[in-house]
């Protein structure tokens, strides 16, 4: 089993829609979370970071569930720069899942 | 907040070659960094696990000598891609953690996109 999975995608949905990713992690002892946005061709940039039991910023809401050890990302009210290639990652070994990839049409 | 600077971000070079690139933590001590490659609409590999002053750990399937990883000091980390073949080019990108803050966040470098022709 992966360390850090997630939902494979590709997510194609319409502007203004809601859409949610979830990330499963296998080390129980994980303490910090991260979701970073992948555009084509560049860096990862940290979307947000989940500390405790979530984190809310505007239109992004991460949750964070330690008894099922998943973390998910909702997106509410889509806009197409949204479209990117989101990553779940587990602070202290720099496991990666594969990424969600998320278009969002007009 | 923390930047991380990655250079050259693009390189062309001949086959056989060798490429160095460098990843500068500028305002902060990176006790670890990481490489990765990134090949064409595929996720991000972590290749190796640098830490300031000792050997890297490289991921299965990676040659350690085709790909040193020098971490000299706290702020800096190299990848050198030595004897580069097309098969090499791909898109590497280092991230460092930021040792005082210990939040495990990843700041990530600009990327290099090595073309080997």
């Known amino acids: 089993r992966k360390e850090v999975e997630q939902d494979p995608g590709p997510f194609n949905v319409p502007e203004g829609a809601t859409v949610a990713f979830n990330c499963t992690y296998s080390?129980?002892?994980?303490?910090?979370f991260f979701w970073y946005r992948q555009d084509c061709r560049k860096e990862p940039k940290l979307l947000m970071s989940v500390y405790s039991s979530g984190n809310e910023d505007g239109r992004f809401t991460a949750q964070l569930n330690r008894a099922s050890q998943y973390i998910s990302l909702l997106i509410r009210d889509s806009k197409l720069s949204d479209s990117a290639t989101y990553l779940c990652?587990?602070?202290?070994?720099?496991?990666f899942g594969d990424g969600t990839t998320l278009t969002v049409k007009p | 907040g923390a930047v991380v600077s990655q250079h050259p971000s693009w390189v062309i070079c001949k086959s056989g070659t060798s490429v160095k690139i460098e990843c500068r933590s500028l305002d902060f001590q990176a006790t670890t960094m990481f490489w990765y490659r990134q090949f064409p609409k595929q996720s991000l590999m972590l290749m190796a696990t640098?830490?300031?002053?000792?050997?890297?750990?490289?991921e299965q399937g990676v040659e350690k000598d085709k790909f040193l990883i020098n971490h000299a000091s706290l702020t800096l980390s190299t990848l050198t891609v030595t004897s580069a073949h097309p098969e090499d080019s791909s898109f590497y990108i280092c991230s460092a953690t930021n040792r005082q803050a210990n939040t495990g966040e990843l700041f990530f470098g600009e990327g290099s996109r090595l073309t080997v022709l």
């Open positions: 640098s830490n300031e002053g000792s050997k890297a750990t490289y």
């Open positions: 080390n129980s002892a994980s303490q910090s």
């Open positions: 990652v587990v602070a202290g070994k720099s496991t």
